[in-house]
């Protein structure tokens, strides 16, 4: 059997996170060599899932500030839960859905990685209202995002529904010439000046609009913004009545990494956990890479991940990550006739609808997912939440607030305790790919809550990059099921 | 494992994972059991192969998942990744060669701390026709491939109460004449609680309300048809 040290690499892929994951899918067919590393002795990078043992190693590490883009990781667990109990639990760390629209998903398909994921659907946005008075106190209103909803809804006017109609209709086409104009001027200023404008929209309709975006500062710009709410009104019914985003199963993100990753294991990478560059040397047209792991192996092109963050403590995010025992029944109810039943909905508790304990408004909108047991990520009778907004100083005081606003007025009264609860910050970093002779650098994972194309442009530029002339655009990431792949039930005809 | 073609019975997906050391034969088994076919010469598995079989049972219909991992040391680090969130685990040893008994017990240890709760796990000695126990079983092929002996170093006692200590599926299979191959897996599909095959897996996994396809969302499913009319406004 050839060593390590013997092989000359065609790629080695250092970081077991979604791009690179992704990269070592696309590269599953090609009869490249490949070694793919993880300096973690656990796969899936910044989109990993923990068990609960996996989540306290993972921030007793992060505390000694070796945790690359992640800080301020701690744990707070009145109650003992290890061994079995421990691995009932698979906490995600990139707990992004994913929208029907999402080109990730097309490539899913063609590359027939899909089989190995379990996808569910992610239910309605609701948005939180704070109470106004000691009569009328907080709720939840869900945010009507088709037609039959905005006609339905008891949680608008009247006005604002024929306001929220006109928006709608307007998203759907609005890269075409008359709503074109109508937008452009205010392109690049946040979308909310273009609410209040052009449709005339008050302050709580566009927090409804701006929720559906997911902006973690909530100044998304007109043109991301429009962007974002077509995707999300063009996934709806996609793939299925009642739903625009789904959800894998086991850990969202970590999944796809995962099921990527054996992609590549059953095409022939070599995979090392726990191991990762030490020191890297151009040898002629080869790089030498001393592995951690004591091995020098020889390469023609490393790719790797950019888990330096950049330093602008603004672009971080806060984390809690809550599991509750409650099963929470009534936030997992499929919302129309003939819809699976969601597993994940998010709440969101706009800029100004929370205080800090000593009474300071919160400053940025807090987003708060709930996955329910069938995500696989708790046991039966509980659920997750993940809670997450920008990164300033009040921010762990803010997702306290929000967690008990959301126990408060989540419709079950045994939401009240609190079982077990991870928090920490996550830094971003470079946005960009860069390349450097034969290194190709990754940008660092986003912080966003729904999973961007944005992502897969470096991963395919990789590609380009280890296949050389030997790149045939059409085959990227277009294959067929491998032999002894059974072809049932749920043939895919193109 | 043909198909009866009787009205259709309820279908669930098992995700089942191979463990062992290298050579024992844990691709022939899976190659037995999917294509009924033997390789006296089987090249060593790189990485892992994913390969998917039907199993038919009276009540129900069990379509294994099966991902076969290479034994060779420097693909260690993978396994993790198959046994996550695996409901079954086929660690195989081969019973001419004791080291790899040991080598099983490391592997049924790691499914034990590391894999999901509640995964079923089977024992498997393989290559039982190089034993004297291999000869008649298998019609035809009794004794090829040791002339006079008995080629067994773990004996079916030693390995029996290993695992009925450790509550562990037991089977002597032989992947080249086809002996028990078949019954391991019936054996792993009726072991699989009727529960886990419906809800999420977990401690209190038999208090699920039923849950069945309904949630699984299909990315083959009405796709493009009429997506964008049904949020039109
Ligand atoms: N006599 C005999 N030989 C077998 C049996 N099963 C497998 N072999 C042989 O043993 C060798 C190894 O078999 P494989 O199925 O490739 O073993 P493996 O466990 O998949 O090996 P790795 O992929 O390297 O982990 C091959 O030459 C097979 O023909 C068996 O039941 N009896
Ligand atoms: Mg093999």
Redo the contacts with the bound molecule.
């Keep these: 059997m050839e060593s390590l040290g013997d092989t000359l690499w065609d790629v080695v892929i250092c970081g077991t996170g979604l791009q690179q994951s992704l990269l070592a899918l696309a590269l599953s067919r090609s009869d490249k060599k490949i070694l793919h590393l993880d300096p973690n002795d656990f796969y899936g990078g910044a989109e990993a899932a923990f068990s609960l043992q996996d989540a306290e190693s993972w921030a007793a590490r992060v505390a000694t500030g070796t945790g690359g883009l992640f800080r301020s990781a701690s744990i707070v667990r009145p109650e003992d839960a290890t061994g079995s109990t421990s691995r009932a639990y698979s906490l995600a760390l990139a707990p992004k859905l994913i929208h029907a629209r999402s080109a990730l998903l097309s490539q899913l398909v063609s590359s027939r990685a899909y089989r190995q994921v379990e996808f569910l659907a992610v239910g309605s946005f609701h948005i939180f209202k704070p109470s106004q008075d000691p009569v009328q106190p907080s709720s939840l209103a869900r945010i009507p995002s088709t037609r039959e909803e905005v006609f339905s809804t008891s949680a608008v006017s009247t006005k604002a529904k024929r306001l929220l109609m006109k928006f709608l209709k307007f998203v759907l086409n609005y890269e075409s010439s008359p709503q074109l104009d109508l937008w452009q001027q205010h392109a690049d200023a946040p979308l909310t000046q273009l609410l209040q404008q052009e449709f005339k929209v008050d302050s709580e309709l566009q927090a409804y609009i701006v929720t559906l975006t997911l902006s973690l500062d909530g100044k998304i710009t007109t043109r991301d913004g429009l962007a974002v709410i077509r995707r999300h009104l063009s996934s709806m019914g996609v793939y299925g009545p009642g739903f625009a985003a789904l959800y894998p199963k086991w850990g969202g993100l970590s999944e796809i990494a995962q099921v990527s990753c054996r992609a590549g294991a059953v095409g022939g990478a070599v995979y090392m956990l726990g191991t990762g560059i030490k020191a890297m040397e151009k040898v002629g047209e080869e790089t030498e890479l001393q592995l951690t792991s004591g091995d020098k192996v020889k390469t023609r092109l490393l790719v790797q991940a950019d888990d330096n963050p950049s330093g602008q403590t603004e672009t971080g995010i806060s984390r809690l990550v809550a599991v509750i025992a409650s099963p929470l029944t009534s936030q997992f109810e499929a919302s129309v006739e003939g819809a699976p039943r969601p597993a994940v909905t998010i709440t969101a508790f706009p800029a100004g609808s929370l205080s800090t304990t000593s009474g300071k408004a919160s400053e940025y909108p807090v987003y708060l997912s709930a996955h329910s047991s069938d995500t696989g990520e708790c046991p039966l009778g509980q659920s997750v939440l993940y809670l997450t907004t920008l990164s300033i100083p009040d921010a762990k005081d803010i997702l306290q607030q929000a967690l008990n606003a959301f126990r408060g007025v989540s419709g079950d009264d045994q939401a009240l305790q609190v079982l077990y609860q991870l928090q920490y910050e996550q830094l971003s970093g470079s946005k960009t790919i860069q390349t450097d002779g034969s290194t190709i650098t990754l940008p660092t994972p986003s912080l966003s809550l729904s999973l961007e194309d944005s992502i897969l442009g470096p991963v395919h530029e990789a590609w380009e990059k280890v296949m050389g002339d030997a790149a045939v655009e059409a085959e990227y990431m277009a294959f067929s099921d491998r032999e002894g792949v059974m072809d049932d039930d749920d043939v895919y005809d193109e | 494992m043909a198909d009866s073609g009787n009205a259709p019975k309820p279908s669930s997906s098992v995700k089942l994972v191979l463990l062992?050391e290298?050579?024992?034969?844990?691709?022939?088994l899976v190659l037995r059991f999917v294509n009924n076919d033997f390789?006296?010469?089987?090249e060593?598995?790189i990485g892992a192969a994913f390969l998917t079989q039907k199993c038919n049972l009276p009540t129900r219909t069990i379509k294994f998942e099966i991902w076969?991992t290479?034994?060779?040391e420097r693909f260690a680090s993978l396994a993790p990744m198959y046994y996550r969130n695996a409901q079954a685990a086929l660690v195989?040893y081969d019973l001419t060669k004791p080291t790899s008994l040991i080598k099983a017990k490391h592997w049924v240890a790691e499914l034990q701390r590391q894999a999901s709760p509640g995964i079923v796990i089977s024992l498997v000695g393989?290559?039982l026709?190089?034993t004297n126990d291999g000869a008649g079983d298998g019609g035809g092929e009794e004794g090829a491939?040791e002339d006079s002996g008995d080629a067994r170093k773990v004996t079916t006692e030693e390995a029996k109460t290993y695992a009925e200590d450790e509550g562990l599926l037991f089977f002597e299979t032989?992947?080249?004449t086809g002996y028990n191959v078949t019954e391991v897996f019936t054996a792993i599909a009726n072991s699989i609680p009727e529960t886990s095959l419906k809800t999420a897996r977990g401690p209190n996994a038999s208090h699920a309300p039923s849950r069945t396809e309904e949630q699984r969302v299909n990315l083959n499913g009405p796709r493009d048809s009429g997506a964008k009319d049904s949020c039109a406004c």
Aim: net charge positive.
């Design positions: 062992g290298a050579a024992v034969g844990k691709s022939s390789q006296e010469n089987k060593p598995t076969d290479a034994g060779q195989v393989n290559k026709d190089l491939a032989s992947a080249k």
